[in-house]
């Protein structure tokens, strides 16, 4: 079983950077697609990116232009580079594989099977 650890949350102005990590263990990491999520309070979890195995992308509408997810599949590592944050970029953000070779981007978090234990980022205004 792959086990997936977030780090990089943080607060952080508005307009500023952040880059979250999700490092996972386990050889086929490297072919399974991987997303981002995120839940502010009060909220439904809300997809922000996902990757798939050979590096192709799909965005939430709320993020797109700013954000860019991407992998290092050498580290076992999945990035989330985030740009212009906002405050209502607020939220508790969660990575999650799709543990299956190859498999394909997802919107849907019913669609993955693991899920790391969330890093805060707090934006303020």
């Known amino acids: 079983q792959v086990q997936l650890v977030e780090s990089g949350g943080g607060l952080v102005q508005a307009g500023g950077p952040l880059r979250l990590s999700c490092a996972a263990s386990g050889r086929t990491f490297s072919t399974y697609a991987v997303g981002w999520f995120r839940q502010a309070p009060g909220k439904e979890r809300e997809f922000v990116a996902s990757?798939?195995?050979?590096?192709?992308?799909i965005y939430g509408d709320s993020v797109k232009g700013r954000f860019t997810i991407s992998r290092d599949n050498a580290k076992n590592t999945v990035y989330l580079q985030m740009n212009s944050l906002k405050p209502e970029d607020t939220a508790v953000y969660y990575c999650?594989?799709?543990?299956?070779?190859?498999?394909?981007?997802?919107?849907?978090?019913?669609?993955?099977?693991?899920w790391g234990q969330g890093t805060q980022v707090t934006v303020s205004s």
């Open positions: 999650a594989a799709r543990m299956s070779p190859y498999s394909s981007t997802s919107r849907v978090p019913g669609t993955y099977d693991g």
């Open positions: 990757i798939n195995w050979s590096s192709g992308t």
